[in-house]
């Protein structure tokens, strides 16, 4: 069995067998080798198992492998390869390793070798009952069987750390009998608090004896005198511990706590990923469930307004007329236009997409239309328009507002008569689709400007659905995130496992100028930025500053009234007593608006 024997700088050393595909080094207690005070970054280095082989790759350039600096090299027989003061002699059969020096933690005995294999033996048991995807039930017993086994402890119980309160999770004796009705109530909390603030083991060889452990529960209770305690950590953090012990004291020794220390630091660097992989997978789930009652395909939304939408998009989709989607931008119309189309008699056709926005105007009627072979100067060949390509299914027409006004008598005809005719060509084809349009713009206002042909306006606003903004959909901003995450968590295999409370109020008060689509991007880069289980606000990169100010509601009803009022004497040429009229108001109130309006600028 290939072997790493580590020399730290204080002379001592620590044999390290290599069992695993992947060891990592660096002075994070994650790493497998963990070296501190040597000037090591968090994850330093990784030794990659290829075939019978050893590959040692570095994350910096201060890597040495037999004298000579290297980034990534196959290891030979009893290299040495050194960072900093660190240096480590990679040796290929266990059986060569030196066995004359120890360090302060791992004896390098026979025996103690032996019992460290074994603690690795036990995580490569554990590490195929994870890849089974064994409950975590099921897991803790196979851990706390192995505890008791190492250190020869005659039971032992798991504990671990659920909202905040310590649950035993499995109570085993020496024969892998369950003692967990037994031992569920017998937890000691001055044991468990101590391991759980100093983040290390603790051991005692007679607790009946020592003043500070005399009266704990479990002592006391279940008379054990030898007691073993190693915590299991995961991303820094105590998530629960392994308790072992004996009615016998003096039945522990540094020997039984240092194959301890090395059987659970890997069992909670496993156990912990698993379990934050076993909580995604339960809010997938329920996120899943609450999500059917509230989508349509794709589409997901609960407030009033979105299921307004989603009641129209059902009714649509049945027929074959023109659509007009209208909202702000990154509000999902193209979401909805797929929608359409899928929940059409066409779904089985072709969905085709052009941003009437995005093309030169120049290459703007090529694109919807096609053209033949030399209809202009570098037209070497037919090409087949947006047109074509959706016959028999659906031309989304994605900013259509920012269509010229050529091409927009092109397109009318092209909708009435459903022919076209390609650039360059002599007769016109025919064309078997249905249109959809969005636009972020008022067309009725470009309508007014002379921007926009007002009967296109009416043959393509045969049925309107308009978008909410984001900001004003409610709950479904926090239904829409814990979405988002859960995906993006999921695609990009990073164990973000929620928000918290703070980030979804953040989230519920902030404009989103972009709507989903920000909220999509924002979320996307936070579970890649973020070191964290949970999203706060600021990963999102959301500060108070960014939060809607909410105004009294005397202000916000003074500010609404002064803004209609102005809306309204707009529309009337400026007309006072008509506009009064209009709105059932004495003119003397539109007086006293204009008096406060034109004070306000003086």
């Known amino acids: 069995m290939a072997t790493l024997v580590v ?49 040692v790759v570095g994350r910096l350039r201060d890597m040495t492998v037999n004298g000579r600096r290297e980034r990534r090299v196959r290891l030979t027989d009893q290299a040495v390869v050194r960072f900093g003061d660190v240096k480590l002699t990679y040796y290929v059969n266990d059986q060569d390793v030196p066995r004359k020096d120890t360090s302060p933690s791992v004896n390098s005995t026979s025996s103690t070798h032996k019992e460290v294999l074994k603690a690795y033996q036990h995580i490569h048991t554990f590490s195929q009952r994870l890849a089974e995807n064994a409950p975590t039930k099921q897991l803790v017993t196979v851990l706390l069987d192995g505890i008791i086994e190492l250190t020869g402890a005659d039971r032992g119980f798991l504990v671990l750390f659920e909202n905040s309160q310590a649950v035993v999770r499995a109570a085993r004796n020496v024969n892998q009998a369950s003692l967990l009705e037994t031992m569920k109530d017998q937890v000691s909390n001055s044991l468990l608090n101590r391991m759980r603030e100093t983040k290390k083991p603790l051991m005692v060889t007679d607790a009946l004896d020592h003043t500070e452990w005399s009266a704990s529960k479990s002592v006391v209770n279940l008379q054990i005198r ?44 496993l156990l912990g990923q698993h379990q934050r992989f076993e909580e995604l997978t339960r809010q997938k789930s329920a996120l899943e469930s609450e999500l059917a009652h509230v989508r349509l395909g794709s589409i997901i939304g609960a407030g009033n307004s979105m299921k307004d939408v989603l009641n129209r998009v059902r009714k649509v989709a049945t027929t074959d007329v023109s659509v007009l989607i209208t909202g702000e931008t990154g509000t999902g119309k193209e979401l909805i236009a797929r929608e359409i189309h899928s929940c059409s008699q066409r779904s089985n056709g072709p969905f085709v997409v052009i941003n009437c926005g995005a093309i030169p105007e120049a290459l703007l009627e090529s694109e919807l239309f096609g053209h033949v ?132 109020a953040t989230i519920r008060k902030y404009r989103w100028p972009g709507n989903i689509r920000e909220l999509e ?34 202000e916000a009803k003074e500010q609404f009234q002064r803004e209609y009022i102005q809306r309204i004497l707009e529309r009337n040429g400026g007309n006072r007593t008509r506009t009064a009229k209009e709105l059932g108001v004495d003119p003397r109130t539109i007086f006293r608006h204009l008096e406060r309006l034109n004070g306000s600028e003086v």
């Open 373 to 504: 072979r030399g209809a202009f100067t570098g037209a070497t060949t037919d090409r087949v328009g947006r047109f074509q390509a959706a016959h028999c299914g659906t031309l989304f027409l994605d900013e259509i507002g920012e269509l010229p006004l050529m091409l927009q008598v092109k397109l009318l005809r092209a909708l009435q008569e459903k022919t076209i005719s390609p650039v360059g060509a002599d007769e016109d084809q025919m064309v078997d689709i249905r249109i959809i349009a969005a636009t972020n713009r008022n067309l009725a206002e470009e309508v007014k400007a002379g921007r926009f042909r007002d009967d296109l306006y009416y043959r393509l606003d045969v049925v309107t659905i308009e978008l909410p903004p984001l900001r004003h959909r409610g709950k479904d901003i926090e239904t829409l995130a814990k979405y988002f995450l859960t995906r993006e968590c999921t695609n990009l295999k990073r164990p973000v496992d929620g928000l918290t409370n703070n980030c979804l």
């Open 7 to 55: 020399n730290f700088s204080n002379g001592s050393s620590r044999a390290v067998p290599l069992l695993r595909a992947l060891t990592t080094i660096g002075s994070n207690p994650e790493n497998d080798i963990v070296v501190r005070d040597s000037g090591l970054e968090s994850t330093h280095a990784h030794f990659e198992r290829h075939g019978n082989d050893y590959v």
């Open 521 to 554: 991007n924002r979320i996307r880069k936070a579970v890649v930025m973020t070191d964290s289980t949970q999203l706060e606000a600021e990963d999102l990169g959301l500060h108070p500053e960014h939060v809607e100010e909410v105004v009294p509601l005397a």
């Open 226 to 269: 030898s007691v073993l305690c190693v915590p299991l950590i995961s991303l820094g953090e105590v998530f629960g511990g392994i308790f072992a012990g004996h009615p016998q004291r003096h039945m522990f020794d540094e020997n039984a706590l240092n194959v301890a220390i090395v059987f659970a630091a890997q069992a909670g660097l």
